[in-house]
């Protein structure tokens, strides 16, 4: 079983640039969650999906992050426009359960801003 | 705001030593996971426990639940250079999502 696949591992870009952060979850899992990792905040929820419908949101920063989920194999985390302090490691995992399953984490994308 | 707390934040051992790691939380829970992260990675999940639950086992893992202290154990045996990693305790309470406390960072010395 191929697990949550995320792309890219590594992003470097400037301040100002859109970032687009790409996942696949585990096939069948009917929900999706984004996670944010800092070392100051630890590993913070930002939004999850369950069956492609967004369902808590409130964990994304700012306007400047939005994400989508257009079908059951693909969803997207969206910057636009970066800033430096979004510097972190961005996880996306995957589940069968809301939160009475355990969740399947991808490798994440490690993001600096400059 | 941080439901769980691990403890310790650090700790060192010798290969073949058990490592323990405690987990607190202060509102009761619907369940509560053990999770690691090796380095560079991903997390990956190795227990979850319900409320109703005091003791569950995975291999050398063992894990107990004190809801009454509102407290959770991680007991590696016998460990493993292989076993050097973080370990992150998440609570579940009612209507609420997964938090995850900040962690104890284990190294097995070989």
């Known amino acids: 079983d191929a697990g949550v696949i995320q792309s890219p591992r590594h992003e470097v870009t400037e301040m100002g640039q859109e970032v687009t952060l790409r996942c696949k979850p585990i096939?069948?899992?009917?929900?999706l969650f984004w996670y944010r990792q800092t070392m100051m905040r630890g590993l913070e929820l930002l939004i999850y999906?369950?069956?492609?419908?967004?369902?808590?949101d409130s964990g994304m920063p700012e306007d400047r992050f939005s994400a989508k989920m257009p079908n059951a194999s693909f969803s997207t985390l969206k910057i636009q426009p970066s800033e430096p302090r979004d510097s972190a490691v961005y996880f996306c995992a995957s589940s069968p359960g809301q939160f009475n399953q355990p969740q399947h984490f991808g490798d994440g994308t490690r993001l600096s801003i400059l | 705001s941080q439901q769980g707390e691990e403890d310790p934040q650090a700790l060192s051992i010798q290969e073949g030593e058990n490592a323990t790691m405690n987990c607190s939380y202060k509102?009761?829970?619907?369940?509560l996971q053990w999770y690691r992260q090796n380095s560079g990675r991903g997390l990956v999940h190795l227990i979850l426990?319900?409320?109703?639950?005091r003791e569950k086992h995975s291999g050398r893992l063992r894990v107990t639940l004190d809801t009454s202290k509102k407290s959770s154990s991680l007991l590696i045996t016998a460990s493993r250079a292989a076993d050097t990693a973080s370990y992150f305790c998440?609570?579940?309470?009612?209507?609420?999502?997964?938090?995850f406390g900040e962690g104890t960072q284990l190294t097995v010395n070989p």
């Open positions: 096939s069948g899992h009917d929900y």
């Open positions: 426990i319900r409320s109703n639950e």
């Open positions: 999906f369950n069956n492609n419908v967004p369902i808590d």
């Open positions: 509102t009761s829970i619907n369940n």
């Open positions: 998440a609570t579940v309470t009612s209507g609420s999502r997964l938090t």
